[in-house]
């Protein structure tokens, strides 16, 4: 059993700076991507890094501001987030590809997610 664990998330005013992190648990043998889901919005895919971390998929609203990373020694999955904005406030989680093509970003291709960690940048 693979399970995911988030932490990192705070209060921001629009233009700082947050770095959130994922740590596996269990046997790493996927992708791990990052998603948010804000209140009555559906989840939706930020970032996403394949195991062996040659690549990265980014959705179009972050791309440039976003960063995701990996330490596989430490089994630990990164988000880095700069020039925040509003927008951004959500309920931030990591998750296992489970199916899909290698640069899905829909949240119904992963699961396993962790318990969340919250996100708020305030105008």
């Known amino acids: 059993l693979v399970q995911h664990a988030e932490s990192g998330g705070g209060s921001v005013q629009a233009g700082g700076s947050l770095r959130l992190s994922c740590v596996v648990v269990?046997?790493?043998?996927?992708?791990v991507g990052w998603f948010r889901q804000a209140p009555g919005k559906e989840r939706e895919g930020v970032a996403t890094?394949?195991?062996?971390?040659?690549?990265?998929f980014y959705a179009d609203s972050v791309r440039g501001r976003f960063a995701i990373s990996q330490d596989k020694a430490e089994k630990m999955v990164y988000l880095q987030m700069n020039n925040l904005k509003s927008d951004d406030t959500a309920m931030y989680y990591c998750?296992?590809?489970?199916?899909?093509?290698?640069?899905?970003?829909?949240?119904?291709?992963?699961?396993?997610w962790g318990q969340g960690t919250q996100v708020t940048v305030s105008p």
């Open positions: 998750g296992a590809q489970l199916r899909g093509d290698s640069y899905s970003l829909r949240a119904a291709d992963f699961g396993q």
């Open positions: 890094i394949t195991r062996s971390g040659s690549n990265t």
């Open positions: 269990g046997y790493w043998y996927s992708t």
